[in-house]
């Protein structure tokens, strides 16, 4: 076997087994409800229409951003083609053209033109992925690695057309094999045309006289131009090659025709082989994910059995990064860092979930917050170009964590009486959490209070409950007053301060000004701020200890 | 009359018809809304972290500030959180700074004043009670309507400059002008209970229940909203309640821009009238 089809069956052997294990894991563990086992399979006009619409003509990534069209257009047609009428010009070119010659034209022209389209388009993301702040901040090693792949295949395909063009090797190999040299002034006229015309650089200068020339390209007329075109309209190559004239010599020696060959190979099999990796999949997922789907939000259960259709729908992120630059909760981002509160980076959490992987407790808390951060307010799912049913996932995920990772209010309201007393011992306060300093720190806020409890008596929370001490720990007055004797810790368990409907009657209605409701929502912050920041749970402290 | 649109993040999917009865209504009575790509106005966050949630809202004053134009919201809860963004950065220098050093990080920079109105002002000042009552082509006369004010509009009144927090008027004004009867009802100032769903859904459906007792009692036909999450509670969260439950039988929540498209003669189907949960019986009015 050669070094081709070994490495060619090993880049397919781990395709496909990567693509089964992907396609397995496709079945989540979350239990669907009302799951109906009949799947809804079937390919109708709106398949057909998202196949070439949203698939071929790009519709859904043109929707958010011509600038992103273009580059992934680029790149989608330009190498495309060169998979179809170059990678596979055996089977496909040849079958639809039978007098192929990868040297004629046009296919020399057009693989250039394709090559050159998909450089530009990989340019074009790598400046966006520079370009715009959060995506730079968002961007991973399989973003870069995805276009260095494609990148790769493309430059040592050019180096290898140019190394062929400048090559004394490459063109005494043809001409032992095509050409019949009457006399030795055949093989030198043919090498001065070559030289002058066509780039080859030889070891030593050929005559570059009219007569030479003429007869040489009479005699290119005769043997070559049958299989090859004048190697200028491999524009970008016969540029490359002149550009490298002054290594051309060293690059002859050392036969760099064939290390950019194996380069090129090289580089090809290696993307075939990440195809089941990370972003690599997403060629094959995303447009699988548009035709069953086309990008509809209605019962995602019915699409597949077994929950089949989210983690699809997961594996179908191209990781483009869209939804986070759009996100309608970015902001949290900036403020509070947390890059699970952004849908991209949620989704990647999620996969695992879905997949059954257990997280580390600061990875789930993570996205816990970022999970309660969500407004489900669609616009990740209406933007995305793969057509993902976020919303779904959203939804879902936020009833699958409530136990797995609590937010404020749960963790607080779980707790027994005792244990909400000794709330300020469990999560303790800690030197390296920054605490939310404002009105419940400062006593002067409560200087004014008189205990008239006007807050509680006009409280509509306190008045829909039948037993209020009971249900509600304390009452807004009672809270207060702690706080005006320094006593905050003992009020962050308090149902009532979990339990305030942030009406404001409260506040509007005291008589003394103190801002009861602000205060209320500034405790839940104090709350979430050290769940956020480490918990210090006093668990961990006591471990330590 | 041209406002940046902003319909906050629980219209596009779990309230669609408040999008779409504002858009009608707003379009048949001249008043231009301009969609931006605003984010989300930061009451949500604040029950995590207040600097998020006002850093949230000042975004949304330099996009609209970009724009030049004021802006304009249909939900209470977005509209009193940015009110209260902005009495906040007035009040706090810290917060000012430090909400500026945010914008800055990400390439922005806030300068003047936003005006910020809910619809429901906007209603009441630039088209007029009188204006409205000669456009009112069907006017609901019979229809007692029980005003539902929504406490984030309201309070604290010296935030949000809305109307008198404890005796307002502009809702009442507004529907007497398009024919309605309204009602003097105890508990129109008081909370929906929509902001404890999640976290307190006993005490929420307590609020709710208590709330559609009062209108009930009252006499009211129709329970009349001007915010999405009163809404969702007395709409979507209601429709949740089993079948023959007592509180479904209480008057259904209807949108305002609804009764006034409505009261215009605009078409059901356009004011989403079909998509409310708890149909309102006049709506074939």
């Known amino acids: 076997m050669t070094f081709f089809d070994i490495g060619l069956s090993v880049a397919l052997v781990i395709c496909v087994a990567g693509v089964g294990f992907r396609v ?184 570059s006289d009219a007569e030479t020339l003429g007869f040489g390209a009479s005699l290119n007329e005769d043997s070559c131009v049958d299989c090859h075109a004048d190697t200028g309209t491999a524009f970008v190559s016969r540029s490359l090659a002149t550009a490298l004239g002054p290594v051309a010599f060293a690059m002859n020696t050392s036969r760099a025709d064939q290390v950019f060959w194996y380069l090129h190979v090289l580089c090809c099999f290696v993307a075939l082989a990440a195809i089941p990796f990370g972003k690599f999949f997403h060629p094959v997922t995303t447009p699988v994910n548009l035709v069953v789907r086309q990008g509809r939000r209605d019962d995602p259960e ?240 006591g471990e330590s200890q | 009359m041209k406002y940046a649109y902003f319909p906050g993040c629980k219209i596009p999917h779990h309230l669609p018809e408040y999008g779409q009865s504002v858009q009608a209504m707003c379009a048949a009575l001249d008043i231009e809304l301009i969609p931006l790509e605003f984010s989300c106005c930061g009451w949500p966050m604040r029950h995590e972290n207040e ?17 030049g134009l004021p802006i304009f919201t249909p939900c209470k809860c977005c509209f009193g959180h940015l009110k209260y963004a902005e009495s906040r950065l007035a009040e706090n220098a810290d917060i000012a700074a430090q909400v500026r050093e945010l914008l800055a990080r990400d390439g922005l920079s806030f300068s003047r004043e936003t005006a910020i109105f809910h619809m429901l002002t906007v209603l009441d000042e630039q088209v007029g009670a009188e204006n409205l009552r000669k456009r009112a082509a069907k006017p609901l006369t019979g229809v007692k309507v029980a005003c539902h004010y929504g406490c984030h509009a309201l309070r604290p009144g010296n935030v949000t400059n809305f109307d008198d927090p404890l005796a307002p008027t502009v809702f009442e004004r507004l529907m007497q002008a398009i024919g309605a009867d309204t009602l003097d009802w105890d508990l129109r100032l008081e909370c929906c209970g929509y902001p404890l769903r999640g976290r307190d859904n006993t005490i929420s459906e307590a609020l709710m229940r208590k709330k559609l007792a009062g209108a009930a009692a009252s006499g009211a036909d129709v329970l009349a909203t001007a915010c999405t999450y009163c809404q969702l509670q007395f709409d979507r969260e209601r429709d949740a309640l089993p079948a023959g439950d007592s509180a479904r039988m209480a008057p259904p929540a209807v949108l305002v821009s609804q009764l006034v498209g409505v009261a215009l003669g605009l078409d059901k189907r356009e004011l989403g009238l079909d998509g409310n949960h708890i149909p309102w019986e006049w709506s074939g009015f």
Request: hydrophobic share 45%; net charge neutral; charged share 20%.
């Open chain 1, 302 to 541: 019915d699409m597949l059995p077994s929950d089949g259709g989210r983690g699809m729908g997961m594996d179908a992120c191209t990781r483009c990064g869209e939804c986070s630059v759009h996100c309608s909760v970015a902001p949290a981002f900036s403020v509070l860092g947390n890059a699970m509160i952004l849908p991209s980076e949620k989704l990647m959490a999620l996969r695992q979930i879905h997949a059954g992987a257990s997280l580390s407790e600061a990875t789930l808390t993570a996205f816990s917050e970022g999970s309660r951060l969500c407004t489900e307010c669609l616009r990740c799912t209406e933007i995305c170009p793969a057509g993902i049913n976020l919303q779904d996932l959203w939804i879902a995920s936020k009833a699958q964590l409530v136990s797995q990772a609590p937010s404020p209010n749960d963790l607080m309201r779980n707790k027994t009486p005792s244990q909400r007393a000794r709330v300020f011992d469990d999560l303790c306060a800690s030197s390296v959490v920054p605490a939310v300093t404002g009105l419940a720190d400062d006593s002067t806020s409560y200087w004014a209070c008189v205990q008239c409890t006007t807050c509680t008596s006009v409280c509509p929370v306190v008045a829909v409950s039948e037993n209020p001490s009971g249900d509600l720990d304390l009452l807004p007055q009672q809270i207060m007053n702690l706080l005006r004797m320094g006593l905050k810790e003992e009020t962050l368990g308090a149902r009532m301060v979990w339990s305030c409907t942030t009406c404001y009657k409260c506040q509007e209605h005291c008589p003394q000004n103190i801002r009861v409701a602000d205060v209320l929502y500034e405790l839940r912050n104090t709350v979430a701020a050290r769940i956020r920041d480490g918990g210090v749970r006093c668990s961990k402290k």
């Open chain 1, 24 to 207: 397995a894991r496709w079945r989540g563990k979350w239990a669907s409800p009302e799951s109906s086992s009949a799947s809804q399979w079937c390919f109708g006009v709106a398949s057909l229409k998202a196949l070439v619409l949203d698939v071929l003509l790009l519709a859904r990534t043109g929707r958010t951003s011509a600038f992103r069209w273009l580059a992934h257009a680029l790149v989608f047609f330009g190498f495309m083609g060169l998979l179809l009428f170059h990678a596979l010009d055996e089977t496909v070119t040849a079958f639809f053209f039978p007098a192929y010659e990868s040297t004629l034209d046009p296919w020399q022209f057009l693989r250039n033109l394709l090559g050159l389209m998909t450089l530009v388009g990989l340019a074009l993301m790598a400046f966006r992925r520079l370009w715009e702040k959060r995506l730079r901040d968002l961007t991973r090693f399989q973003d870069w690695a995805a276009l260095l792949v494609i990148g790769g295949i493309i430059l040592s395909g050019f180096f290898l057309e140019a190394s062929k063009i400048i090559s004394p090797a490459v063109f005494d190999r043809m001409v032992e094999a095509y050409f019949i040299p009457e006399t030795d002034r055949d093989v030198t006229a043919l090498k001065a045309f070559w030289s002058h015309e066509y780039g080859v650089v030889f070891s030593v200068p050929y005559p």
């Open chain 2, 51 to 67: 600097l998020a949630s006002i850093y949230a809202a000042v975004r949304n004053f330099v996009i609209a500030n970009d724009a």
